[in-house]
């Protein structure tokens, strides 16, 4: 019997945090939380994005938490995989829930061209090893509207109409999480990394993108261990970090 690492154990639930992954990250210091400990805010005061964004989530609507993942058979080399790990999971989740579901590289998930979650990790590694990786996750849910920057973002209640229990949907979307962190504990690695290629956004077919030079065609066709997107352009393959290459969308 694998043990159930999420559901129901180990849920510090808080009203209002500046940001979840902040609070992980000083619980991690100060308490040594077990893996898989998760922490949820009702409200986040100072969620985080990528990139130095902000993350809008309105109180009490949409699911905003962290997960404590201590994944010590991986190395800090492999940590990519923790990306691909969590966003298939937030991907199985939604695919109950809605068509049209990708992952656009590293791990925005979409329903067709708009953003549903964001994924925010944050690694502590020791030496070679990984001490532990901060998966913090935003499932825009019951939100109707949306005030920000953010060009594209769409929630549960558009796609679907319906508005949904929030327990209950964390419950599902940990159930989902959980599975993808047994298969890759168990190994099945390449399994993984097939599943999260075939469910990229816009892979195989040719779009425009940006890098630092300007704009150009280019079809994506992988992403390698490290997490590097690869690009076919002009028949040579170009490959990029996070940052170096944005998606042109329209
Ligand atoms: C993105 O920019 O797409 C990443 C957004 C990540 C948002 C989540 S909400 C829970 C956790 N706490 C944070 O402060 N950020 C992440």
Redesign the pocket.
Known sequence: MQHKLFLHQFIIRKKEL?????FALEFIKSQNPENGTVVL?QN?T??????N?S?E?ESGKNL???IILRPDFLSASQQFLISILISLGVYDYLCKHVNCVSIKWP??IYVEDQ?I????IEHISKGMSLDASIC???LNINQKQFASHAPNPVSLWHCTKQVYDLDSELNKLLACIECRYFQLKNGKIMQMQNDYLKALYRIGTWYRYKDCKGIFFGKIVGVNEFGQIQILVNSKIRTYNFKEVAFVLH
């Open positions: 500046e940001s979840t992954n902040d805010a986040q100072a969620g985080k994005g990528q990139q964004n993350w989530s905003t938490f962290s791990n925005d953003k979650a964001g994924i925010l913090g996750i935003g």
